[in-house]
């Protein structure tokens, strides 16, 4: 199956910092790709759609200027977390979606704000 | 609100043992997907369902997905400890997003 990567796996970062987690489809072009969110013994949530060429779209109450979501090639979106928080430290996790409709996730990052 | 109900969100037997956990909603949904993940690592899909009624299996997990496509359930027989994890239910909403329900932890006991 198709491959999507995350980088970092994981990253801990002091209270006020940015933080850039990257999202790649390594074997395909993904138009859409989708940044999701997970705390601990819960689901995922949708955070955003990333679009390639065009602005992200943010689902209610993810606050766009805090979550900057970059997707400026087919094979890469970035989302940064901005002046990070102890309440943002959670699992991140995107997904690609293929040519087909398939949807791809990748291995997650763990985020933990000191 | 969610729109995808799952049930049980935690259940812990021990091996050899059966066990189904269910999806439903109030919505029709053209598909149904199931995943399972485990922890620090993302989803990783087990099965789509599409037509109502339809019973797929994949060794010893049988998915299920309801008539009126509004709920689908995941039987696993004889659970064994690699079966331990998180199981999601999900379909697509909308602008095809992608919508998850609750998760079930499962933990099988050797």
């Known amino acids: 199956g198709a491959v999507v990567s995350q980088h970092p796996s994981r990253v801990i970062c002091k209270s006020g910092t940015s933080v850039k987690i990257e999202c790649r489809s390594l074997?395909?072009?993904?138009?859409?790709m989708f940044w999701y969110r997970q705390f601990p013994k819960q689901s995922l949530m949708l955070m955003a759609t990333?679009?390639?060429?065009?602005?992200?779209?943010?689902e209610q109450g993810v606050e766009k200027d805090k979550f900057l979501i970059n997707h400026a090639s087919l094979t890469l979106s970035t989302l940064t977390v901005t002046s990070a928080h102890p309440e943002d430290s959670s699992f991140y996790i995107c997904s690609a979606r293929d040519g087909e409709g398939r949807e791809f996730f990748g291995p997650g990052t763990r985020l933990t704000v000191l | 609100t969610q729109l995808l109900e799952q049930s049980p969100q935690f259940l812990s037997i021990q091996e050899g043992e059966n066990l189904t956990v269910y999806c439903n909603s109030s919505?029709?949904?053209?598909?149904l997907q199931w995943y399972r993940q485990e922890p620090g690592e993302g989803p990783v899909l087990l099965v789509t369902?599409?037509?109502?009624?339809e019973v797929k299996k994949l060794k010893r997990l049988t998915f299920q997905f309801g008539d009126a496509r509004k709920d689908s359930s995941l039987h696993i027989t004889a659970a064994q400890p690699g079966d331990t994890g998180l199981y999601l239910c999900a379909g697509y909403v909308g602008e095809g997003k992608l919508i998850f329900g609750q998760g079930t932890e499962l933990s099988v006991k050797p």
């Open positions: 369902v599409v037509t109502g009624g």
């Open positions: 990333s679009n390639e060429g065009s602005k992200a779209t943010y």
């Open positions: 919505s029709v949904f053209s598909s």
């Open positions: 074997d395909f072009q993904a138009t859409t």
